[in-house]
């Protein structure tokens, strides 16, 4: 099994609603990140997680919420979110630093809306 | 000097013509340089991948050449046909960081039949 699985693909939201977004790999990564994609932009990392241990956290506001239950899965709680939050959200994962392959395997992602 | 700058932002090739993306660095710590291949509503894929103690990688139609010097590679795209058009985007990656990837600007690719 090579692939990142996120679910639910699209998510339309209101800016009182709380949901989740989830990711799943059984590749045996030990590293997890969660990336925002903006439309024609490259993705820009939010969270990281190595070892099921938040490592990374790049000033994302706290309506982010990352939860890593254990080495195969990630989760993304979204609460209270604004309009400027929609884009496409990416979870990748990958060994971590040091370990070979090098490359990160990315999921085909959520694409959030919020209204 | 984390930055990685990718050119040209996008690129109107003919079917079976050269596609040629550029990117250069100037944080020297970087010891892996990734593309990756995005289709609309996709993820990133990786397409092909280099060190900087290697010149030239060619994996089928796709190659990258890697300048350390001048710190500049680039993708070739052999034969470019339409379903080569995507948006691709160059990376660098520095050894031991846990930050990992650092992304180009990213070069929409359109290959005319």
């Known amino acids: 099994d090579t692939e990142v699985t996120q679910t639910p693909k699209h998510l339309v939201m209101g800016m009182t609603n709380k949901k989740s977004l989830k990711c799943e790999q059984h590749m045996g990564h030990r590293a997890m990140y969660w990336y925002k994609q903006k439309a024609k932009k490259p993705p820009e990392l939010m969270f990281v997680y190595s070892y099921e241990k938040l490592s990374i956290n790049e000033s994302v506001p706290s309506r982010f919420s990352p939860e890593c239950p254990n080495s195969s899965l990630l989760n993304l709680h979204l609460h209270a979110l604004q309009p400027e939050d929609s884009a496409l959200y990416l979870c990748?994962?990958?060994?971590?630093?040091?370990?070979?392959?090098?490359?990160?395997?990315f999921g085909s992602g959520t694409r959030l809306t919020v209204v | 000097q984390q930055q990685v700058k990718q050119s040209p932002q996008s690129l109107i090739v003919q079917k079976g013509g050269i596609s040629i993306i550029n990117c250069a660095y100037e944080?020297?710590?970087?010891?892996?340089f990734p593309w990756y291949q995005q289709f609309p509503g996709k993820g990133p894929a990786l397409l092909i991948a280099?060190?900087?103690?290697?010149s030239e990688k060619k994996e089928g139609r796709f190659t990258i050449s890697f300048n350390k010097s001048a710190k500049q590679f680039s993708l070739h795209i052999m034969d470019s046909q339409p379903g080569d058009s995507a948006t691709y985007f160059c990376?660098?990656?520095?050894?031991?960081?846990?930050?990992?990837?650092?992304f180009g600007s990213g070069t929409q690719l359109t290959v005319l039949p």
């Open positions: 944080n020297t710590a970087f010891d892996y």
């Open positions: 990748a994962s990958s060994h971590p630093s040091g370990g070979l392959p090098y490359g990160y395997t």
């Open positions: 990376a660098a990656r520095v050894r031991g960081s846990a930050r990992q990837l650092t």
């Open positions: 280099i060190r900087p103690d290697v």
